[in-house]
């Protein structure tokens, strides 16, 4: 059975404040790792899809990376509009569906 | 650009009601999905469609049917609500079933007294 862990649960912030969050994750033959991202009331919105360890990806203030047990989602500078939850997902070779973790919620305070 | 789209937004039903979510997309995909949220346990599959024609239970079927209109529309029906399916409920769609990444509507939230 696919598993995601999402780590921390909760994570507060200063604006400009560095950080990452992270997704551990247990499948057998990654398909896909998905992160989206969740406003109060909303669907999650897609961010980055990574097919293999050693991929990145980027977009403004966001980077995610790949290795064959985790994927961390970087974030440089936050702004308090980067506030959200944020939400991993895998697609393993044994079925096609898709498994979320359970998020961590980001503040970014002023 | 739509993307997908949920209707109603917001729902209250008494225990034993019945009730259709309705779902449609507009970007052409294959696949589409009906999750629900509920607080610390995540987003989980009840049922997804591969394709137009094809329908298959997810993790938490029970209590609930889908049926796939056509290409663009999947609805999901509850046929005698209880209040344990209190929760909001995402429709997704990705153009296939494999890697792709599927893309949510903004959700029904659904109270059963």
């Known amino acids: 059975e696919d598993q995601v862990t999402q780590s921390p649960e909760a994570l507060r912030l200063q604006e400009g404040e560095s950080s990452s969050l992270n997704c551990s994750y247990t499948?057998?033959?990654?398909?896909?790792l998905f992160w989206y991202r969740q406003d109060p009331g909303k669907g999650p919105e897609f961010l980055f899809t990574?097919?293999?360890a050693g991929e990145e990806k980027e977009k403004e203030r966001l980077k995610a990376t790949l290795t064959k047990k985790e994927s961390f989602l970087h974030i440089t500078a936050p702004k308090p509009e980067d506030s959200a939850t944020y939400l991993c997902?895998?697609?393993?070779?044994?079925?096609?569906?898709?498994?979320f973790g359970k998020g961590t919620l980001l503040t970014v305070n002023p | 650009n739509a993307g997908v789209t949920q209707t109603p937004k917001f729902q209250v039903l008494k225990t034993g009601q019945s009730m259709t979510l309705q779902c449609a997309q507009d970007?052409?995909?294959?696949?589409m999905y009906w999750y629900r949220q509920d607080p610390g346990m995540g987003l989980r599959l009840i049922y997804y469609?591969?394709?137009?024609?094809?329908?298959d239970k997810g993790e938490v079927p029970n209590g609930y049917n889908v049926s796939r209109l056509n290409k663009r529309e999947f609805s999901l029906r509850l046929e005698s609500a209880a209040p344990s399916q209190t929760s909001v409920y995402f429709c997704?769609?990705?153009?296939?079933?494999?890697?792709?990444?599927?893309?949510f509507g903004d959700g029904t939230r659904l109270s059963i007294l």
């Open positions: 997704a769609s990705s153009q296939t079933d494999s890697n792709q990444p599927q893309h």
């Open positions: 499948v057998s033959g990654l398909r896909g």
């Open positions: 990574l097919y293999s």
């Open positions: 997902a895998v697609i393993g070779g044994s079925n096609y569906k898709l498994t």
């Open positions: 970007m052409n995909h294959n696949s």
């Open positions: 469609s591969a394709s137009e024609g094809t329908t």
